[in-house]
C-alpha cells in the first residue's frame, strides 16, 4: 500500500482510498481521467476515428428519421 498527493488538496492519501479524507475530492475519477488520457496519447487516431465516426451515424440516423416518411 503506497501513498499518493490528492490532485485537489496535496495532503498524502493512502493510494487504496476511493476519496480524499481531508478534502472530500473523488480520487477514483481523478484516476480514471488519468487512464483515459494515457491511452488517448496512446492511439489517437484510433480515438479521432472513432469520434468522427460516432458524428456521421448521429448525422445519418437523424436525416433518415427526417426523411423516411416521404419514400
Known amino acids: 500500500m503506497g501513498m499518493i498527493e490528492c490532485p485537489q488538496c496535496g495532503e498524502k492519501i ?3 482510498e476511493k ?3 481531508h478534502c472530500g475530492f473523488n480520487v477514483g475519477v481523478a484516476r480514471l481521467g488519468r487512464f ?3 491511452r488517448q ?3 489517437p ?3 479521432k476515428l472513432l469520434k ?9 440516423v437523424a436525416f433518415w428519421l427526417l ?4 419514400w
Open 36 to 38: 483515459l488520457e494515457e
Open 45 to 47: 487516431m484510433k480515438y
Open 52 to 60: 468522427y465516426l460516432l458524428i456521421i451515424c448521429i448525422f445519418g
Open 67 to 70: 426523411t423516411w416518411r416521404n
Open 41 to 43: 496519447k496512446e492511439h
Open 19 to 21: 476519496s480524499c479524507p
Open 14 to 16: 493512502s493510494d487504496q
